[in-house]
């Protein structure tokens, strides 16, 4: 499992952000990019089923628990090498490595999904799929919206 | 006393923040970290059991022996041209992942960039197709 | 450890999203969100999540201040009422209770505002008014001409049963972020969308037909449509027969707004005016919602209308997916205009300048003596202390002298006032000026009902006690009452909520205990009524029900481009600050994400100045200069700038001119020149 985006539906608002820094104590870890004019995405971590930070992490602190990549801050010695490993650059070390843990102390799942006010991250890995694909078919069968 | 094999160390941040005692101080500035092993007369072992490269070890008190200290040139990012990492750090990132996992789709050697730079090309990429089209509108 | 989860609405923006804090040992500890919000489902944007930060800061007023000298020194409650009765009652005795103005506060609840109109009134003043005179004083005046209500007509999940959103003049993927999912529900359903604005922002990302226009030709736009719509033949004809007068004067008034003739203005392309047109009129549900890109003009009412006229031949209201929905910016605008803080209005709407007004309220306050209105907005306040006709003002939660546009002149009229009294939560650069400033306490700290901008009531609780000897706005004007002699005797806030069920009609059923089991949206004539969601079903409150088709002629704006200022300069607000941003210039989590004012500049403008980006620049008007860092990019068309107004220096550019009714400044278009600052 991960939190999947609806790439269409980023506002750039930047609740998730806020949201994510606010439940682990000044340490976000979503990300929101603006690319040129045009659009604005999180980036966070992807949960990699092969995934580097846990490959370079000498202590074990980063290890895979099933689908989720999963951190033990007591093993961890704030190397940094996690933070180099990461393709999408979501690990981070500041004394300590954090990353994204989906909010895993959290009842109700992840903060960024719940807050999100335009409804663009979930942890359905379809959502964006069918949604999409439901939109063509209106589309088509009301001839097209323009 | 702490004894560093400068032939190994990776210029990492775990024996300074391991220590218990501040005897490891780690400064960075215009692009470069520098790690100084104070002497100690500390009992424990924590830095040499905690160094990813297993380059230290400790040897008998003596005050003649200098105070080792190492100075790396972090490296710059290839797109920004921030420095970001030590040299001997991304050597064993890219000694410990796969081959097939160090370039992006594109080819990017991804591993010489800086994570905030990672973040960009992520984002661009993520979205490409619709900057396009919405830009075209 | 016991956590208690406390329901409080969004001190924030119009949305009205509840959340809950989490109080342990009388601290707040954190938020929880609250999925069974009909309008956020739990979602909070980035404001709503760091609200907490404000609490506790540092910089919060905890104490009654004096002026001595430059300084502050901290004063007695009893103290500070005294000096404020005394302040008012020598203005009161020397000049006349005419010479008090007050400014009363969209970020209070519905008690602090209509005890406080109640206050002004009482002690003989009709100068009550608030900020939004400065956002959507225009859609008051106009809406309640158009449609006999001013409010918007459908509720915010409504819009997902939209099958055409026109948006014009609105960022609210930036300012009411929550509504945006209801826009995309409304899209993955075949839905169209429109953005009328002259920035590109992510509101317009959502956009199928982008209309970018030159700031301050809305009527010219709107009237283009109508004309579109009229001449084929798109028009509700049974709508217009049954409900509405004035179509004809309106179709005279748009015959020669071709397509043609609106490009040339508008600078939109001809095809895109049609395509909008038709696309507006011809789908079975067609909404528009819209803000300040609408009301912050020197022809606001008229644009206002203009929009209504719209929606009215095209019969595009009073039922479900349709709608004239202006959005409001905060979070009880809405209530502070309908409890009457407002210079033409009292309480439920009632003219101030109609005796029979004066009649019913002196009737229900069991008062004489009460003055006829229309009292000085808060635009004209500022002017009118300028001038010394105003010798005296309590202002409550407003920030004048840099919401105010032309700072320099809003803070000399302020230091020329015999007396000010300020009641804020920080030292704003209003509070500055005052005389005595009074500490008051933020919506976690006192209970209230608040109207968001779907007239939808709700009750905020009080999570935790307000810091040092700070209290509820409502207990201070209370206690200031009482010492200029008035008999305010409200134990609680229900008690006055109590009151403003028997003297709004409109909030007659919305009573303290309905309140507790959920939220419920005016007019609401008594306590079975189960509130009214959507305006205008079965007809108009205006004469035998028809709404008004008022028609309006293009004016263009009170300053153009010229050969010292080429540069038009258009204001407006991003996504994780607010207004005068008092409150969210102090949150940690939203400066670090927008630390610095700045002015947005298209390349090529840009390139001919020399500026790069990043650069610090000088921007300047007629009335004064600011500096901000160039950020530049393609969101606005050559010749047009932007910069947000939450930093001080915004305001010492705009223009003091304003819109001959509604009275609100032409925050969104004045006259500039930039160059580099080295």
Sequence with gaps: MAVYIDINRCIGCRSCEVACQRVHGGHGHINVHYVGDYAAVPVLCHHCQEAGCTMVCFSGALHKEGEVTAFDVEKCTGCGLCALACPFGVVWTDKLAHKCDLCQGREEGPACMATCPANALSDDFELAARRARERSARAVALGGRR | MIRVDARVCLGCMSCSNVCPSQNITRSEDSGRRTVHWKRCKEECDLCVELCPAKALSLVPWDENIPEPEISFDLVACRICGSPYATLPMLQRIESTLPAEMQKDASGLEWIRICPVCRRDVEAEGTVRQMVLARSRK | MTKVLVPTVCPYCGAGCGFYIAVEKEKASGIEYMPDHPVSQGALCAKGNAALEILCHPERLVSPLKRRGEGWVRISWPEAMDLVARGLSQAKKKHGPRSLAFLSSSKCSNEDNYLMQKLARLLGSPHIDNCARLCHSPSVVGLNRTLGAAGMTNPIPDIASSRCIFIIGSNLAENHPVISRWIHRAKDQGATVIVADPRATPTSWMAD?????????????????????????????????????????????????????????????????VHAARAYAKSPASSILYSMGITQHSTGTDNVQAVSNLALICGQLGRPGTGVMPLRGQNNVQGACDMGALAEFYPGYKKAADPKTIQYFSAAWSVHDLPLGPGLTATEMIEAAAAGTIKAMYIMGEDPANSDPCSENVRQALESLDFLVVQDIFMTATAQLADVVLPGAVWAEKEGSFTNTERRVQWSHKAIEPPGVARSDGEIICDVARSMGLQFDYPHAASVLDEINRTVPQYAGITRERLDAGSIAWPCPNADHPGTPILHCSGFNLADGRASIVPVAFRPAAEAASSDYPLILTTGRVAVHHNAGSMTRRSPSLISREPDLYVEMNREDAAALDVQDGDEVKITTIRGETAAIARLGDRVKKGVVFMPFHFPGTNILTTETTDREARIPEFKVCACNISRRD
Aim: negative net charge; proline residues 2%.
């Design chain 3, 209 to 273: 037909i982008f209309l970018q226009l030159e700031p301050g030709t809305d009527v010219a736009l709107l009237n283009g449509m109508a004309h579109v719509i009229i001449k084929e033949g798109l028009i509700n004809r049974d709508y217009i027969d049954r409900s509405t007068r004035g179509f004809e004067a309106l179709a005279e008034a748009v015959k020669e707004a071709t397509a043609e003739r609106t490009a040339e203005i508008t600078g939109v392309a001809a095809e895109d005016i």
